[in-house]
């Protein structure tokens, strides 16, 4: 059965709106777990937009939520997440500026302080993943550095399929990707700019164990609920 991690920075968007406390993080990745979702995803960035500090202790003390934490690839963000001890840890590029993450890790650039990160998460018994982009020689470094897991930005194809426009060639890019990396006794999972028609498309790779997605949840969620949107998504996986 493949996974799926349901991302939740955006709930925390809609909160933060008012400076208020609703709607509650907790209450949000209980439900969403309860709907079928087999993971809750937050990605705690260095300026707080969504996810903050606090919310992130309230999730990791409820151990029946595996959490997924992501964090960028420096030492005060690792910091964060050896103090919260979530199940997991991704770690993904991050500017400041940016509205969502635009790109995978730059890992021939940061392999050194990434391979640290990785050894010192490891040894909390966290499991460990890198969002990279979709290219051979980024699943060898991820391998190299003893990451446990990848995962693909699915942008480029998720634009092309959502355009109608010609995506095989990211397609058979990414079949490549995935049969290598588990190959290397890399799991494969994938993330960004998914919806149905995409994960319909990327369902058929079967090296891909993993599925996490959080903006379309949460927009789709407004017109038709969490639950019917996380069910849906479950189908496809199947």
Request: aromatic share 6%; hydrophobic share 35%; proline share 2%.
């Amino acid at each position: 059965m493949r996974r799926l991690g349901v991302n939740i920075d955006h709930v925390a968007t809609i909160r933060n709106a008012r400076a208020e406390n609703h709607p509650k993080i907790y209450d949000a990745a209980r439900f969403a777990i309860k709907c079928g979702a087999d993971s809750i995803t937050v990605h705690l960035r260095e300026d707080r937009r969504h996810i903050n500090d606090n919310d992130l202790k309230i999730l990791v003390s409820n151990k029946s939520i595996p959490l997924n934490l992501e964090i960028a690839s420096n030492y005060k963000m690792l910091k964060a997440a050896l103090k919260a001890k979530p199940n997991f840890v991704c770690i993904v590029p991050e500017k400041r500026n940016e509205v969502t993450t635009e790109d995978g890790l730059n890992l021939v650039k940061n392999k050194s302080i990434i391979k640290k990160i990785i050894y010192k998460l490891k040894k909390k018994k966290i499991r460990t993943s890198l969002f990279i982009n979709p290219n051979l020689n980024d699943i060898k470094i991820s391998k190299n550095i003893d990451a446990d897991c990848i995962e693909l930005h699915t942008g480029k194809i998720s634009r092309k399929i959502k355009s109608k426009n010609n995506y095989n060639n990211e397609l058979i890019k990414i079949k490549k990707c995935s049969k290598y990396a588990h190959s290397l006794g890399l799991e494969v999972h994938a993330g960004h700019g998914l919806d149905y028609k995409v994960v319909r498309v990327l369902s058929k790779i079967k090296e891909i164990k993993e599925f996490n997605i959080g903006h379309f949840i949460i927009g789709e969620s407004i017109f038709f609920g969490l639950k019917k949107t996380i069910s849906k998504f479950k189908s496809i996986l199947k």
